[in-house]
């Protein structure tokens, strides 16, 4: 897949998870301050020694899987994710504007209209 670098390719899908705090939460700012320590240098440290890639470049060491992180991209964890992904919302997005059809602001504006209603569902 081509890069939005020149003569590049996309990097690559490496996996991950994604921290958030649901703003209907009645406890943000527990969540907020468990987030900062879960994520913190030292417990980022800890989880790299048992074989879990940290959360910041300026950590990642030498193993396979952190010299791949660092020119990787995640997903998103949301209940209906798969169904974006199934449904070529993302490939679509990439189809329009790679061929001219749309903007990149257009095909952008569709593609966000399209995921936002897809995450929202029942």
Known sequence: MPSHTKGKPMPGFLG???????????A????????ADFTSTANEKAL????NIPNATNLLGNSVNE???ARSWFIPQAKHWADVQTGNILKTFLAQFLTGHLTVK????????NISQTL???
């Open 16 to 26: 991950g998870s994604d921290l958030a705090v649901p703003i209907q939460s009645n």
């Open 120 to 122: 929202n569902q029942s």
């Open 67 to 69: 010299r791949a992180a």
């Open 28 to 35: 943000q700012a527990q969540a907020r301050a468990w987030m």
């Open 48 to 51: 790299e020694k048992k074989g």
């Open 106 to 113: 257009q095909a952008a504006q569709v593609a966000d209209q």
